[in-house]
């Protein structure tokens, strides 16, 4: 499956979160803006305002009494017991590392951020060895992006982006079933640090990525707005089951269908759609398959189109050469086959049909 497979504790551990922590959560100081960001960036946005549109003034030469204002809209009237997520999603980054995203984005054709874990030091090893190679070119941004870690992991991971400089910490804590949270972390750090970059590719750390297939693929379609790209999964269904691994409970997603989504492992998007997105997540019942909620559920609300691309794997492939060197996202690598990989997409001798 594409998606997190978690164990049902960890699941109703995460329904499980008590209003009084989320509301706590609501009100986490924001983090200090780091020195060198080279430019102001805009105030990290909160999930839980609504600010209304202000009334249009009355005609100066109106002598009429002015009509009463509109009611405010009243709020959605909702089962108490459902999650939302602007409660239970905590702003901010401990560790932005804002010059990951020179002059705001500007000068960028592309930011890939990939999610990892606390754990996961040798697979985000394996990727710096690897295609993150790109983060070397000027054109491209790059990072890992972490909830946040264990006391017992911080030291090690304080040490590591000590080292590389290239490790994104939010303040959600980093588990499994929230995923989701990650995920909107980064399109927080988007909108926060990065607002000018073109396009996003998100990804996880077990993922080998083609970066010079992927910004062939965007040039190509330089005048998309509104659109994310990927493996689509069209008309799947939410498993209710509670011993299934991918059980949804009926309270958080009553439909009977998922909208059309864009599987996690890896997918593109102009970033027009960044600030929508984050805006549109803390309104809405907390869901922990972080694709369908992001690429599905808000992106269908938000009218945001999404496009199936072949070149998106999203899954473990035959790794002949030419596979890999057609393909943008291969899923399930391990350390090892990072480096295999790697040789094929630059053997520079196989041929290819089609390439
Ligand atoms: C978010 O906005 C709401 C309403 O505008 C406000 O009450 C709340 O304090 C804000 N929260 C943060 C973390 O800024
Ligand atoms: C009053 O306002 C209306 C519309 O703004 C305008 O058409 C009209 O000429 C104004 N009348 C006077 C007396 O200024
Ligand atoms: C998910 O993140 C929230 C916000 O940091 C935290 O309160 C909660 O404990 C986390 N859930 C799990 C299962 O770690
Ligand atoms: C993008 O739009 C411009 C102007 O409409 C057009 O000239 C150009 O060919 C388009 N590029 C692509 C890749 O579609």
Same mark, same amino acid.
């Given at each position: 499956m594409w998606w997190w497979v978690g164990s049902r504790r960890a699941q109703l551990a995460a329904l499980g979160l008590c209003a009084g922590a989320a509301l706590l959560l609501l009100h986490a100081p924001r983090a200090p803006r780091p020195a060198p960001a080279p430019a102001p960036a805009p105030a990290a946005r909160n999930l839980t305002s609504t600010t209304a549109a202000p009334a249009p003034a009355p005609a !100066? #030469? !109106?002598?009429s009494p002015a009509p009463p *204002? *509109? /009611? /405010? *809209?009243?709020?959605p009237r909702r089962d108490p017991r459902i999650i939302v997520t602007g409660n239970v999603y905590e702003a901010g980054h401990s560790r932005p590392r804002a010059e990951r995203c020179p002059a705001l984005g500007a000068r960028l054709r592309l930011l890939v951020l990939v999610t990892s874990a606390p754990d996961h030091a040798a697979a985000r090893e394996a990727v710096r060895l690897t295609w993150g190679h790109a983060a070397a070119r000027r054109d491209v941004g790059f990072a890992f992006v972490l909830g946040t870690p264990d006391e017992a992991k911080a030291e090690a991971i304080r040490a590591e982006d000590e080292l590389y400089g290239d490790i994104i910490i939010g303040n959600s804590r980093d588990s499994y079933s929230n995923l989701t949270l990650k995920t909107l972390s980064m399109l927080e750090w988007v909108d926060t640090y990065?607002? +000018?970059? *073109?396009r996003l590719l998100k990804t996880d750390d077990d993922m080998f990525i083609n970066i010079p297939r992927l910004l062939k693929f965007i040039d190509a379609r330089k #005048?998309? $707005?509104?659109t994310i790209w990927g493996r689509v999964i069209k008309r799947s269904t939410p498993r209710r $089951?509670? +011993? $299934? +691994?991918y059980y949804v409970s009926p309270l958080q997603y009553p439909p009977k269908v998922f909208p059309d989504f864009a599987t996690g492992p890896a997918y593109l998007m102009t970033t027009d759609v960044v600030g929508e997105l984050i805006k549109a997540a803390g309104q809405e019942p907390y869901l922990r398959l972080e694709d369908v909620f992001v690429t599905g559920v808000l992106a269908s609300k938000l009218k945001i189109k999404r496009q199936h691309a072949a070149?998106?794997?999203n899954k473990k492939v035959s790794y002949h050469p030419c596979t890999v060197q057609k393909g943008i996202a291969i899923h399930m690598v391990r350390f090892h086959e990072q480096f295999d990989l790697w040789r094929k997409l630059l053997d520079g001798k196989t041929k290819c049909a089609g390439t």
């Open positions: !100066d #030469n !109106d002598t *204002p *509109p /009611p /405010p *809209p009243p709020p990065c607002p +000018k970059v *073109p #005048n998309a $707005s509104r $089951s509670t +011993k $299934s +691994k070149e998106f794997y």
